[in-house]
């Protein structure tokens, strides 16, 4: 007696209905809105963090710097006017290699971005921080003047002496490193602008 033939297992595919493509494709939305602005908010945390570690090495710099030679580094005349942003830069990159600071110290993260995000709208090519080591008009980082002497940086408490060179961070603010070694924010011209807005007395001057 012949055993008997066991039966072929049909598999049945059916495919999607549209309630269940319409399902899935609303969970991938969510989950690359999720993994968008986790990516947003890590990478402006990690920009924060670059930009303070900076303006920490740019105070020690100039601390050392007093010490060593008992007075805040002085700029170049500008009688003449013939003093450019470029050479400035290039100088004050000079005067503090000694002390630790290098080119790229000068540069931050957040200004590349800011900076790339400006060049893409305008159709340039995005640049990089050799890029930017070789043009230094623009550092990220700007030490503020003072007289010559031991005692003068020290003299005004409410005088940065080290502040970022643009709104680099939306309205975040402008850190600024005090004389004390603190990191403050100063207000960007939106939240001012916002400020005076809010205030009754700004809108009778």
Known sequence: MKAPRPRSIRLSRRAFTLPELMMVL??????LAVSISGYQSYRSKA????TLNKLKGMYAALSSYVVANGTWPQEPDDDEGGTSDASLWKWWAKELKEYGIHEADWFTSAHLRRLNNEMKEAGGKPVDIETLKEAMEFPSIQPTSFDPGPTEPYRYNNQPWVSETGEYHGDDGIYTVMPDGKIHKMMTMGQMNSARGKNPDSKKK
């Open 47 to 50: 920009e924060t963090v670059d």
């Open 26 to 31: 609303t969970i991938i939305a969510v989950l």
